[in-house]
């Protein structure tokens, strides 16, 4: 799989959202190798970047001007949306499957109920090495603001913001890669 393809064809070259996208992603893939590297994890780079490259690859499709995004759907649904894309594209599912449950620290059915989140109902947590390896080095890169990497004090608040239970998942992935 060429993600390059994939990302060209709904990000166009010489777009500030495309500036954006792939800086995010680039920061993302950077921080996932590095961990796992460090760590020796099993997985294969070629899978991790290209995971890390896709993650976010629904996000054209929401509504987040702040981020040169005026899709008609609720950021929170980029997750969702982005892992449609990848699977009517004939991505691996292991790739899809990081775009849909990549968001927070993870979402329960129990959030969505809870929260009344605008996504279909279901569970949304990183299962695999790969989607807990990407959901945990995204939290650590904003695509607003300067981009630079937030401190772990920083990226705690803004899981805390969220819930209790949001701060726990991300406390557990940072056990496991931090």
Do not use: W
Not at 73 to 96: C, F, M, N, Q, S
Not at 122 to 143: H, N, Q, V, W
Request: proline share 5%; aromatic share 6%; charged share 30%.
């Amino acid at each position: 799989m060429n993600y390059n393809q994939i990302i060209d064809k709904y990000y166009p070259a010489g777009t500030r959202l495309r500036d954006i996208y792939m800086r995010h992603c680039r920061q993302v893939a950077d921080k996932a190798l590095a961990i796992a590297h460090g760590k020796r994890l099993p997985l294969p780079d070629p899978d991790i970047e290209a995971a890390a490259m896709l993650h976010d690859i629904g996000i054209f499709l929401t509504d987040a001007p702040g981020i040169d995004c005026h899709g008609s759907e609720p950021y929170i649904k980029h997750g969702v949306l982005g892992a449609a894309l990848l699977r009517r594209e004939g991505v691996a599912e292991k790739i899809a499957a990081v775009a849909e449950r990549h968001t927070g620290a993870g979402i329960t059915a129990e959030d969505i109920r809870d929260l009344s989140l605008p996504i279909p109902e279901g569970d949304y947590m990183p299962r695999t090495l790969l989607e807990r390896l990407i959901c945990y080095a995204d939290k650590f890169y904003s695509k607003s603001g300067d981009m630079q990497e937030k401190s772990l004090e920083r990226v705690e608040q803004s899981m805390a913001r969220h819930s209790a239970a949001t701060l726990a998942r991300f406390r557990a992935l940072h056990r496991e890669f931090g």
